[in-house]
């Protein structure tokens, strides 16, 4: 295989090795991890789950979609929570909003492996609803709080539900997630994280002034194999760096650009990297 | 834009709007179906009311792991409490009542109320004997285990002496439960002897009745205002058969009382 020649994109080149994806993978094992540390083998580093978590008995963590939905029902919670959920915000403030979909949520490993089977068995087609609907869903998700008093996404989240499942019991929850991957497999690719979860739409809207991003900075290399656009969950975020459609900026500023990497691995010609968001430099 | 796309992006949109209503509109539908708390299922200390709880709990289980005795869990989809809150059922493994309550300082929301300080001033549930058919105090045997175990002893149970009528000569030691003390710890309901215990702890709103407002008890009107409200009354005769006098008519209405 030369450098010159862009090998043809396989199963294994797309969905399984890759050191963006294996550092993904192994922060994802890695927190989950240490929720399980505790109740498994009796360290203590974190407890809780990533609804709340309480790290080594001091620092607050708090998932600020649930402190959303308990304020709009009507109940004020402890600082506590309030604070976990500020560290948490400011975080993704900074390192971009979806960078807990792609590094943390333990549903992106489901819908990965839906979507890379779906490329792998070349199944095309069915019906995706629009990416908006997930904004949609979380304005309805808040108004639902606020009519029937209680935090009403928690009874369905699949996010959340998951987690916990791993930790403290799963109970059917798995049929939950077994459905979550059929409909990304059969039914619209990339359907639940790209266009419905209401979790990813309000990490979304955090990151609309993320730092860090991935930038096309040796975009004149690109030699439109098509490669970073198949892999990428979110594909309509490449276009407007790559292809510099409307802008100067070779940084992907796209919200619902997730910091996964996906695209820096599979690309042959380097063109893409992690920087800043204020670091327009191109390289030929 | 083209008329084409815009007409697509339009109804796209609308597609899009109209699926997340819907399907917010059921969410919380099914939110307030599955919000009852079955009879069974007991929140953890300083738990604020049902629906309170639902608004407040954020499900990370923070409550669960500082609980000391394996007492709390949270639910798992599929099982009839609102999914990922904590509860106990008190057959399986009741409350110790820790006098430090670490699972309401556990609690980061306030779903469990700091206020609760003192763990008997807590009110889980309510403790009810249920079935005095199978009670073993009320079969006239002196069991009492419920009463014994009872960390609020004398106070939440009582045992009340009263007459047996079966056998005519025994006294009956009768459980009692006194919601004014009861913390619905469920130590009674675990420990009752019988293979379904014939005393069960439930939420306090399905246990407890409620008098109208209105309702006064007169006894205690009296005790509060030193003396009777309408003035002394009038002691009306007794009429008892073993007073009729000795060949006044026969059915003993005669009571001898004369004006």
């Not at chain 1, 396989?10 to 890759?18: N, P």
């Not at chain 1, 990490?203 to 004149?220: C, D, F, P, Q």
């Not at chain 1, 910091?259 to 390289?283: K, M, S």
């Not at chain 2, 001033?121 to 175990?149: H, I, P």
């Amino acid at each position: 295989m030369s450098a010159a020649v862009s090998p043809a994109p396989t199963f294994f080149s797309h969905s399984l090795f890759g050191k963006w994806l294996l550092l993904r993978r192994a922060s994802q094992l890695a927190i989950l991890a240490l929720f399980l540390l505790g109740p498994w083998f009796g360290i203590w580093i974190v407890k809780g789950n990533l609804s709340s978590s309480l790290i080594l008995g001091m620092l607050p963590l708090t998932d600020p979609l649930l402190v959303l939905q308990s304020l709009a029902a009507g109940h004020v919670p402890y600082r506590d929570a309030l604070l976990g959920a500020a560290i948490v915000i400011l975080s993704y403030l900074l390192i971009g909003g979806r960078v807990f979909c792609s590094w943390v949520c333990p549903v992106n490993v489901v819908t990965d492996a839906a979507a890379a089977l779906r490329r792998k068995l070349g199944i095309k087609g069915g019906r995706a609803p629009a990416a908006s609907t997930r904004y949609w869903l979380l304005g309805g998700i808040l108004v639902a709080s606020a009519i029937t008093g209680g935090i009403v996404w928690e009874f369905v989240n699949p996010v959340s539900m998951l987690h916990r499942g791993l930790i403290f019991g799963m109970g059917l929850a798995w049929a939950l997630i077994l459905g979550i991957f059929l409909y990304d497999l059969l039914v619209a690719s990339r359907g639940w994280c790209g266009h419905l979860c209401p979790m990813g739409a309000m990490y979304s809207l955090l990151g609309r002034t993320a730092l860090l991003r991935v930038s096309a900075n040796k975009r004149a290399a690109c030699d439109d194999c098509m490669d970073c656009f198949v892999v990428c969950p979110e594909p309509q975020v490449i276009r407007p760096a790559l292809k510099g459609a409307g802008t100067d900026s070779p940084v992907i500023l796209d919200a619902n650009c997730t910091n996964c990497g996906r695209c820096i691995d599979v690309c042959n010609r380097d063109v893409f990297r992690f920087t800043q968001r204020f670091d327009r430099r191109t390289t030929p | 834009m083209s008329e084409k796309t815009r007409r697509e992006f339009l109804r796209q949109s609308a597609g899009a709007v109209g699926g997340a209503c819907l399907f917010s509109l059921g969410l919380g539908l099914y939110a307030r179906q599955v919000s009852a708390l079955p009879a069974t299922a007991l929140r953890p200390p300083g738990a604020l009311a049902e629906k309170d709880f639902l608004s407040a709990c954020v499900r990370c289980g923070l409550c669960v792991r500082d609980c000391p005795y394996d007492t709390l869990k949270l639910s798992t989809l599929g099982e009839t409490v609102a999914t990922g809150t904590p509860y106990f059922e008190a057959r399986k493994i009741p409350c110790e009542m820790c006098e430090d309550i670490p699972c309401v300082k556990a609690c980061p929301t306030g779903a469990l109320d700091r206020s609760l300080t003192e763990i008997n001033k807590s009110r889980m549930g309510l403790a009810a004997l249920v079935d005095q058919e199978t009670c073993l105090n009320f079969l006239g045997l002196r069991c009492d285990v419920c009463y014994r175990v009872c960390p609020v002893i004398d106070k939440a149970i009582t045992l009340e002496r009263v007459h047996n009528p079966r056998s005519d000569r025994h006294a009956m030691l009768l459980p009692t439960v006194h919601s004014d003390h009861c913390t619905g710890c469920g130590k009674c309901e675990k420990s009752c002897v019988l293979p379904e215990a014939a005393i069960k702890v439930f939420p306090v709103k399905m246990a407890k009745g409620k008098l109208p407002e209105h309702y006064r008890k007169g006894w205690e009107e009296k005790e509060k205002h030193g003396g009777s409200l309408i003035g002394d009354q009038i002691q009306m005769p007794t009429r008892r058969p073993e007073q009729t006098v000795p060949g006044s008519a026969p059915g003993g209405l005669d009571s001898g009382w004369k004006p």
